[in-house]
């Protein structure tokens, strides 16, 4: 039996990678590899893409599927707000530029609600775990490190 929740969900997370800003922006700003990156999205569908805002469908491994409007800020970072779907709020992901290195920062903020079968807790330790495994994986990629090690679930 499923009941119906509505949860907040929110997550800090920063990640020193070694390597310079520009590489580092190159990969995150290429929003159409997401599901390389992000384990939960399965695959994209581009509705929309006007300068730097793209209007897309996301459709998460569990087949549900989600709207995001993304707005690319050069040289600064991504605001993602997922606008339809049971998962609404926002994602901003922010680089900062330290010469050689380059610090990620990616906050969260959604609501999700819904049928939901498991609590609050496991939620946001899903999603805890889905933003540090990106993270990882953009960190080796700018790094030019192989990820074979780190897998995609």
Known sequence: MFT????????????????????????????????????????????????????????????????????????????????????TGIKDIMLIDNGNTTIIRVQINYKNGGAVRIGSNDVLRKLQSETENALELIKREAECKPYSNIVKK
């Open 4 to 87: 119906i929740y509505e949860y907040m969900f929110e997550i800090d997370i920063t990640l020193k990678v070694n390597a310079q800003f520009e590489k580092v922006w190159n990969i995150i700003s290429n929003v159409d590899n997401d599901p390389i990156y992000w384990r939960e999205i399965a695959r994209i569908k581009n509705l929309s893409r006007e300068r730097n805002v793209v209007v897309r469908e996301v459709y998460r491994s569990n087949g549900d599927k989600y709207h995001q409007r993304i707005m690319l800020f050069p040289k600064e970072g991504i605001h993602i707000r997922w606008t339809k779907g049971t998962t």
